[in-house]
């Protein structure tokens, strides 16, 4: 319910039937933040922390910014980068020491733990608590979820699925300790309830939906009460997020109106979900908006594809599945084509950070309240070596993040240098993390808001 304070608290939900809809933050909000808005942990300065997975490496000549240390110009696969330049940074020879002996399940496991997996096919893995974990047990106390873990592929595969490594390495990129693996959901319509869905088993909020066209039906009456206590811009602000939200919905009841059609469903595609690649990595990447606009989670992970991932990619041209032109032999051709599967990856993330940029919160944008981590555990997937990692930073200035640049280290520098870096720019402080050996403090600097 909502309260009558003349300042809304920033954890104000909208609450009906098997719904509790968080807002964004608004105006009306503000005096409440006030007295805390000189902490760097301040909900006044929201920062939040997501991780997106690019599986099996890239070609990195085509990865490379040309330039030394700008971003001026930028390489093919990373152009659609173009639009947020300012709010990115590419970081060139990082490595991950502890995922070798090279395999596509070590890649997966070790990106964000950094950790070495332990070699067997039985459930006694054992890897590493990974970073988004760190920060989630901090900052994600006070969200509703704590973290969000997200994925394209339905991962059901289980045993061995690498070079003696159990499947389970390659299908979580997040681990809330060394044995406790945190599966991720591919599924638009079970992440959008879990978002927004409240009470009752998940049967119970299915049915609930049902019953109803939309979710916002259940909360016509708070809406209007919220409406009645805010000023004209914050009105406008809970329109055009409630629109945001009816309009996703919308998508997913569409893609699963289509997929009572599909007599051939993709296997590794969960039933309804959109048949279209692009569609369902944009509904994935608008997900994650709303949940960060909403403050429902500040810490999220994506996985782009699974290793050994033999999806196509019709829709750009190219037919061929994707693991075997990884391991092209250096032809031409098929670096060629594993490109413009690089490139196809990026500008989905590039789109939704020109979402993130263009989505106001307080004095700045939601992307200046980010900090996102994108990248690969694998550098060259013909090799399968765990070396200059195709790697970029995306953020804003609330974490005093330095865009528009490009840091290329002269030696292979840990991959978990970066992680350490980025949990003490949301307030998480470590003297180590895995096989770290310094923090990147040139990815930062201070800059007044």
């Known amino acids: 319910m909502i309260g009558s304070k003349k300042a809304l608290p920033r954890r104000t939900f909208l609450r009906g039937l098997g719904t509790s809809l968080a807002l964004p933050l608004l105006d009306a909000m503000v005096p409440a933040l006030t007295a805390q808005a000189a902490s760097p942990a301040s909900p006044a300065r929201l920062r939040r922390l997501g991780f997106v997975y690019m599986p099996m490496g890239c070609d990195i000549g085509r990865w490379t910014p040309p330039g030394p240390e700008s971003l001026d110009e930028l390489s093919p696969i990373l152009r659609s980068l173009g639009p947020v330049r300012r709010h990115v940074t590419v970081i060139t020879n990082l490595e991950l020491k502890n995922a070798y002996p090279g ?53 059901a595969t289980v045993g061995q699925c690498d070079n003696g490594y159990a499947c389970v390495y390659q299908n979580n990129l997040s681990w809330s300790s060394p044995t406790t693996p945190l599966p991720s959901e591919a599924h638009p319509r079970i992440v959008f309830e879990r978002l927004f869905g409240e009470g009752g088993s998940a049967a119970d909020r299915r049915a609930a939906l049902r019953r109803r066209a939309s979710l916002l039906d259940a909360v016509t009456e708070e809406i209007a009460r919220l409406q009645s206590q805010l000023g004209p811009a914050d009105r406008q602000r809970v329109d055009e997020y409630l629109e945001s939200v009816r309009e996703v919905e919308r998508r997913i009841q569409q893609a699963e109106l289509s997929s009572k059609d599909d007599p051939l469903p993709d296997l590794d595609r969960p039933v309804g979900v959109p048949s279209s690649y692009a569609e369902h990595a944009r509904l994935m990447f608008d997900l994650q908006v709303l949940a960060l606009r909403g403050d429902v989670t500040r810490i999220i992970t994506f996985q782009l594809a699974r290793e050994t991932s033999n999806r196509t990619y019709p829709e750009i041209g190219v037919s061929e599945p994707h693991h075997p032109l990884t391991h092209h032999g250096n032809d031409p051709d098929k670096i060629a084509k594993m490109a413009k599967i690089n490139q196809f990856h990026v500008s989905l993330f590039a789109e939704f950070l020109g979402k993130l940029q263009a989505t106001p919160e307080g004095d700045s944008s939601l992307l200046d309240h980010c900090l996102y981590l994108y990248g690969s555990g694998m550098g060259n997937p013909n090799l399968h070596d765990h070396t200059n990692l195709p790697i970029l930073v995306a953020g804003g200035a609330a974490g005093n993040m330095r865009g528009g640049r490009h840091i290329r280290f002269a030696e292979p520098t840990p991959l978990a240098n970066l992680h350490l870096t980025l949990l003490d720019k949301v307030g998480v402080h470590l003297d180590s993390f895995a096989d770290s050996d310094g923090t990147i403090d040139a990815l930062f600097e201070p800059l007044s808001l």
């Open 103 to 155: 395999t596509h399940a070590t890649s997966n496991a070790s990106f964000l733990s950094a950790a070495r997996a332990k070699r067997t096919e039985s459930t006694d893995y054992y890897l590493g608590t990974t970073v988004d974990q760190i920060a989630a047990r901090q900052i994600g106390r006070e969200t509703r979820l704590p973290s969000l873990e997200l994925s394209m592929d339905l991962l």
